[in-house]
């Protein structure tokens, strides 16, 4: 069985930066890609960033381009989310996904991934 297990989550306030990381355990496994989501209380889980192994093409959301930073590891399945200029709409719980049937990746939507991280709170106070 293939885990996602996400790290970095916490709380900072408004303009501060932070960085999450998300690391691939269990049976061996290979992905098109991986990418980050995110949910607020009340809202729907939205997509936040996503890259591409085959080139390292990244995808962001149209609210953190500019501030986030997806990178990651192939050969290990990790991914990071540099998180930087941080505001209060980007409380949310984090989630790591990775998407094993996609050559296209990285999608935008959640049905897009099938392996998905249990979370990280990220608190940003104003």
């Known amino acids: 069985q293939v885990q996602l297990v996400e790290s970095g989550g916490g709380l900072v306030q408004a303009g501060g930066s932070l960085g999450l990381s998300c690391a691939a355990s269990?049976?061996?496994?290979?992905?098109?890609?991986m990418g980050w989501f995110r949910q607020a209380p009340g809202k729907e889980r939205e997509f936040v960033a996503g890259l591409r192994w085959s080139d390292n093409w990244p995808r962001y959301a149209d609210s953190v381009k500019g501030r986030f930073t997806i990178s990651g590891d192939s050969a290990r399945n990790t991914v990071y989310l540099q998180m930087n200029s941080l505001k209060p709409e980007d409380t949310a719980v984090y989630y790591c996904?990775?998407?094993?049937?996609?050559?296209?990746?990285?999608?935008?939507?959640?049905?897009?991934?099938?392996?998905w991280g249990q979370g990280t709170q990220v608190t940003v106070s104003s």
């Open positions: 269990g049976r061996t496994f290979s992905s098109y890609g």
């Open positions: 996904a990775a998407d094993s049937r996609n050559r296209y990746s990285p999608g935008s939507a959640y049905s897009d991934y099938d392996y």
